[in-house]
């Protein structure tokens, strides 16, 4: 088929590209039993919420991007993008062209030292997961994560582009449309970014708060008591320090007619712990703030038990 005396190809409305690139999806579907997962906008806000936003500045924050970016977001706004998958360190899509091309984008895992130091940064900053993910975030706490160079988002240099299309350029409009697709899918699941590049979110917890949560929690009047150590021993599996003993009672002697000078008192010397409880008080502190959200869930339910009635007589 001819394309013409200058060799551009012939026009293809974006309805006609939808429809034949959902031919395409049907055949892809069948064969490798997959489902599509298209890139979906409400209007033409690429993204709504915190960290959709922060990735798509993140994108336009580099000049690397600058010339390409645009005619990617028109992409996404008329619905090219078919299909998007994220996975850890890798991210796969079907765009719409005048065929149907196959793009992979390759980034690299964030680097450890990076991330311990985004860790110490946040430590006591951010109280919750949900607080987290839903971008509840303090100033402070939001500069350290959407910073450039040093934040979570990933930087040119640890991006690999590639695209099934002619076009000579890395980042062509099919991959630029691809990278504001990550946007709007972090939009609905924020914990991709974290599965993107091979972190947990909850690192970023502060357990000393998830301890104290659970503290308030089972501690308040009205709900199920706090947790004792041979309960959370049973639950955990863990064998907790006991509580240290007081020192026993002084008993004074019934008065005597001929009261006898009390002898001087004798010092005892501390005993000093024994390793084992050493080792089981470290224990007991670490399992605390390791477990807590478990702990908080199970006296939730339990407080929400109703007691068994007493048997009358």
């Not at 009047?221 to 509580?243: K, N, Q």
Request: with cysteine; hydrophobic share 40%.
């Amino acid at each position: 088929m001819s394309w013409g005396s200058l060799g551009w190809r012939p026009y293809v409305s974006v309805g006609e590209r939808r429809a034949k690139a959902a031919r395409e999806l049907s055949k892809l579907a069948r064969k490798t039993g997959r489902a599509a997962s298209p890139v979906v906008l409400d209007g033409r806000k690429i993204a709504a919420t915190f960290w959709g936003k922060a990735w798509c500045d993140n994108l336009e924050a580099y000049s690397d991007f600058a010339n390409r970016l645009p005619r990617g977001r028109t992409y996404v706004r008329n619905g090219s993008v078919v299909d998007l998958q994220i996975n850890k360190g890798n991210v796969t899509a079907l765009v719409s062209g005048s065929e149907l091309y196959k793009i992979e984008i390759k980034i690299k895992p964030l680097p450890p030292a990076l991330w311990k130091s985004i860790q110490t940064e946040c430590a006591g900053k951010i109280d919750s997961l949900m607080e987290l993910l839903q971008g509840k975030l303090s100033s402070a706490v939001m500069q350290i994560v959407t910073r450039h160079e040093r934040g979570l988002f990933p930087t040119p240099k640890e991006i690999d582009l590639d695209c099934s299309c002619p076009d000579w350029a890395d980042l062509c409009k099919h991959v630029a449309a691809s990278l504001y697709g990550v946007g709007a899918k972090l939009d609905q699941n924020p914990a991709l970014l974290f599965l993107l590049r091979g972190v947990e979110a909850a690192d970023l917890i502060s357990k000393a708060s998830a301890a104290e949560a659970v503290r308030q929690t089972t501690g308040k009047a009205g709900t199920a008591p706090a947790m004792s150590d041979s309960e959370v021993s049973d639950v955990f599996g863990i064998e907790l320090a006991p509580a240290s003993a007081s020192s026993a009672p002084t008993v004074e002697s019934p008065a005597s007619p001929s009261p006898t000078p009390a002898p001087a008192p004798t010092r005892v010397p501390k005993r000093k712990a024994s390793r084992k409880q050493k080792v089981q008080r470290r224990l007991s502190l670490a399992a605390r703030a390791r477990m807590a959200a478990a702990m908080k869930a199970r006296w939730s339910k339990l407080s929400r038990t109703p007691k068994a009635k007493v048997a009358k007589k």
